[in-house]
């Protein structure tokens, strides 16, 4: 087994978020490292998805802020991940680079994500685009999982 001490796992709150953090999880008990969560809103302030739209009387950053804490701190507990570090990084680059930039600032060693195949192409069917941006410029490993085999 590997000697991971520091996991990052970047989330986007989808259905399958859930399965493949039971194996972020796992991989985290039998190394003994820690995890952190994140969640990136690229694209901030132009592209903000519909449901995440803050209210008219709310700041946009503030909202997204305390609304993406949330969001990981009822995935940290659903998936029994006490004491895990959590990240909310708005930016108006890409979801990629905050996750590259992340990792390396933070000292991780292993980079979980998803395998979400959204995109179009060849590799698109296999892998989505940050995922496969992820793992074509992470200097760390990066572990993609499919869903459907978590």
């Known amino acids: 087994m590997y000697d991971y001490r520091h996991i990052l796992f970047p989330v986007d709150f989808s259905a399958q978020v859930e399965k493949i953090g039971s194996q972020v999880v796992k991989l985290a008990?039998?190394?003994?490292?820690?995890?952190?969560?994140l969640h990136v809103i690229a694209g901030f302030p132009e592209d903000i998805p519909n449901d995440w739209i803050a209210p008219e009387d709310q700041p946009p950053r503030e909202y997204l802020e305390n609304r993406c804490q949330r969001e990981l701190q009822r995935l940290q507990a659903k998936l029994g991940l006490?004491?895990?570090?959590?990240?909310?990084i708005l930016t108006e680059h890409s979801a990629r680079s905050a996750i590259l930039e992340f990792a390396r600032s933070h000292d991780v060693d292993l980079i979980v994500m998803g395998a979400h195949g959204r995109s179009h192409g060849r590799l698109g069917a296999l892998i989505g685009s940050t995922t496969n941006g992820v793992v074509s410029g992470a200097t760390q490993d990066v572990l993609v999982?499919?869903?459907d085999a978590a």
Do not use: D, M
């Not at 008990?29 to 969560?37: Q, Y």
């Not at 006490?82 to 909310?88: D, K, N, V």
């Open 145 to 147: 999982v499919r869903p």
């Open 82 to 88: 006490e004491g895990a570090a959590q990240a909310c």
């Open 29 to 37: 008990r039998e190394s003994g490292a820690r995890v952190t969560l």
